[in-house]
């Protein structure tokens, strides 16, 4: 599999070259980068996007018992992960696929100046966010609901992206990071992290593991540029994208 050695520009529409005379017309039928296979076995139906199968979303009564899991924070270091990120007190930060909140509420106390946009797509998991906020009296959380395939974000409204673990998960990717590029202001930065598909001992089903390999290809294509890969976290990749800040806004 070959790296982007830059970021590059989706690619929306095919042109059906070969053969062509002067008069034909380029064939501009947008492109399904997406892929459904059927399982042998199962005979069930499975997403690819760019190589890689698209895991399921859990329903989230399952989901809350393993991001309510004990022992997370030994397993993830949440508080490892808070302290890389570069916020300030005024930053606005999207917490994507915010879950039950287990980032949202670590995040807001990071940004008393600024807000943590929440962002799920089950309303079950944005209602236990909001009892949460009112048990609390937590003011600088709003919790968003997002589509499978946009988060409903502004453009140039976000300081910070984060997705932790949930990004294998979603069944539109290339749409929710050009969503996500679009609402990042220049010089923002979005942060991927998850689970080493490098690494076998990582106590985790192949399907939710993902490689940097594999991200890189993924996300580069939006025009987000990589910056680095911090190696900080027990048993996932913490994974850098910047968005590039033009000449004329440096002006």
Avoid: W
Wanted: charged share 25%; net charge negative.
């Amino acid at each position: 599999m070959t790296l982007l050695a830059g970021p590059a520009r989706p690619l929306f529409f095919v042109l059906a070259l070969t053969g062509c005379t002067s008069g034909d017309k380029a064939d501009t039928t947008p492109i399904d980068p997406y892929e459904t296979r059927i399982e042998s076995t199962t005979g069930d139906e499975t997403r690819y996007y760019m190589g890689r199968q698209i895991a399921d979303l859990p329903l989230s009564e399952h989901a809350v018992l393993v991001l309510d899991r004990p022992g997370r924070d030994t397993e993830e270091l949440p508080s490892r992960l808070i302290r890389a990120l570069p916020l300030r007190s005024t930053s606005v930060v999207a917490d994507v696929g915010a879950g039950t909140g287990f980032f949202t509420f670590r995040l807001a106390s990071e940004v008393p100046s600024g807000r943590v946009l929440a962002i799920d797509v089950q309303p079950a998991m944005l209602d236990t966010i909001r009892v949460r906020m009112q048990r609390d009296r937590i003011r600088n959380i709003t919790p968003i609901k997002g589509e499978p395939d946009n988060p409903n974000l502004a453009p140039a409204s976000v300081d910070v992206a984060l997705i932790v673990s949930s990004y294998h998960e979603f069944s539109h990717p290339r749409e929710m990071i050009e969503h996500l590029a679009a609402a990042l202001r220049p010089g923002g930065q979005l942060i991927i992290v998850e689970y080493r598909a490098e690494d076998a001992t990582v106590p985790v089903e192949n399907l939710h593991k993902m490689s940097v390999e594999q991200i890189r290809l993924e996300v580069e294509i939006s025009g987000l540029v990589f910056r680095e890969v911090k190696d900080i976290l027990p048993q996932q990749h913490f994974v850098v994208f910047e968005k590039p800040v033009v000449a004329e806004e440096l002006d």
